[in-house]
Nanobody
């Protein structure tokens, strides 16, 4: 079972930034997605990156504020979250797919991390 480990969450004020990290053993074999789930809400796919890193996708809710990247040498995927808003408060999860370009549909992902909490509040 592939084990993904997220880190980098925390408590920030509106307008601030966080960089989330996702450690993925054998990263070159996977397309990676980031998802989030807020209390009482359904899980939302927010960003994904293809195996070769050339194709990225973003949900409308985070486009132009969040940026996904990958460093295959470090087996790590990053999610830069900028201009954070209270509505970004959620547990953020990364997930791995064997598909080259997996997109934002959670059913296409096979392995999930435990999540990292992001709280945006004054």
């Amino acid at each position: 079972q592939l084990q993904l480990v997220e880190s980098g969450g925390g408590l920030v004020q509106p307008g601030e930034s966080l960089r989330l990290s996702c450690a993925v053993p054998g990263l070159t074999d996977y397309g990676i997605g980031w998802f989030r789930q807020a209390p009482g809400k359904e899980r939302e796919g927010i960003s994904s990156i293809s195996k070769n890193g050339l194709w990225r996708q973003y949900a409308d809710s985070v486009r132009d504020r969040f940026f996904i990247s990958r460093d295959n040498a470090k087996n790590t995927v990053y999610l830069e979250t900028n201009n954070l808003k209270p509505e970004d408060t959620a547990v953020y999860y990364c997930a791995a797919s064997t598909m080259a370009v997996p997109g934002l549909n959670a059913v296409l992902y096979d392995s999930w991390g435990q999540g990292t909490q992001v709280t945006v509040s004054l």
